[in-house]
């Protein structure tokens, strides 16, 4: 069984996390929690001395450690992520599987692939919309299509979070590599089948789609779009028989590219979203959580400037590490500190 992703305390948990943290001695805000789940998580990290470095008071943390992951780690009434969970557990000298709930320590969820539960920006609307469509309105494919960078992975990865108890099985497979379909099956078939199945056809897919209500991510198909004909058709096929065939499974699909097989589906359990870059506001939350300052004026000009998530954080962590996060320095120096791999963008 795979290790779920996110997890909560049981009832009788929170009061282990209650007493432990009373002993400890620590007020809820003490900075101490985040430094020793950091460590906890990359203990070959150099922490202190990297603190010891940072200006303005302004600490980083292992990815997930966060002042919020904390108060819901302590609240217990949200799932965090299970690294982060765990690593709390340590900090409080408990044993985390005594204080999970039973239920969400075993899990049909292979999140091997998928991107890490990173914050989130904007993007709500098209959340709300994605949920609607798989759990109101029962869509059997969903497409999330738009240019590299924009943000599909972080959207599909928030929204599996959000419905990940919806379904008995949840499966998030790369195709950056370019697999051979019957790699893809050989990955998915065993999961959603709980090793009892070892014959890779589609028809068999379909099959364990009808018996158990499953999602399944395809992340990078554009990678698809230009492998082999014979690879590409099979990959072809699937999305067509996954859409138009009865079962009570869906397909999230994550491309640059609109796939031309949905021209040649004939049902309506197809969505398709064309992925828009961040709005200004969006964006100027996204830099104020990188740790960029300046003006209203300066971080709305920076905002409307750059709209596409990868590209702003790529930038962020420039000002930090040039300008010491002040945007207007950046602003100053544009030409000489955007280099060529955000350039591309603009071509």
């Known amino acids: 069984m795979r290790q779920r992703a996110t997890l909560k305390a049981s009832e009788r948990g929170k009061m282990l996390i209650q007493q432990a943290r009373a002993k400890k001695g620590w007020i809820i805000d003490d900075e101490r929690w985040l430094e020793e789940a950091s460590k906890k998580i990359e203990p070959e990290r150099g922490w202190d001395a990297m603190w010891n470095t940072q200006l303005n008071g302004i600490r980083t943390y292992a990815d997930n450690i966060s002042l919020a992951s904390w108060k819901r780690f302590l609240q217990g009434k949200v799932r965090i992520n299970a690294n982060a969970f765990k690593a709390f557990c340590k900090v409080l000298d408990l044993n985390w599987e005594d204080v999970v709930e039973e239920n969400l320590i075993n899990s049909n ?17 098209e959340l709300d919309e994605l949920q609607r469509w798989l759990l109101e309105e029962a869509c059997q494919l969903a497409v999330i299509h738009g240019v590299g960078g924009i943000g599909k992975a972080a959207l599909a990865r928030q929204l599996v979070e959000n419905v990940a108890n919806k379904y008995d099985y949840i499966i998030w497979c790369s195709l950056n590599s370019t ?48 492998s082999d004909r014979e ?10 028989r996954v859409a138009e065939e009865t079962h009570q499974s869906s397909i999230l699909l994550l491309s640059r590219e609109k796939p031309k097989i949905i021209g040649k589906i004939k049902d309506t359990k197809v ?7 961040l709005s200004y506001q969006d964006a100027k939350e996204l830099l104020r959580a990188e740790g960029l300052s300046g003006t209203e004026d300066e971080l709305e000009d920076f905002s409307r400037r750059y709209s596409n998530p990868w590209i702003l954080k790529k930038i962020a962590k420039r000002v930090n590490t040039v300008f010491e996060g002040e945007v207007s320095g950046f602003i100053e120096a544009i030409s000489i500190y955007v280099d060529d791999d955000i350039n591309v963008f603009f071509r």
């Open 271 to 277: 969505r398709i979203k064309k992925l828009d870059p």
């Open 109 to 125: 969820i292979n999140l091997e692939d998928a991107p890490k539960l990173g914050n989130f920006y904007g993007r709500i609307q």
């Open 231 to 240: 690879n590409s058709q099979k990959y072809d096929q699937l999305l067509k």
């Open 179 to 226: 697999p051979s379909f019957k790699d893809l099956l050989t990955k998915i078939v065993p999961f959603i089948s709980n090793n009892q199945e070892n014959v890779y056809d589609i028809s068999l897919l379909i099959k364990l789609l009808c018996q158990s209500k499953c999602l399944l991510i395809l992340e990078n198909w554009e990678e698809i779009i230009d």
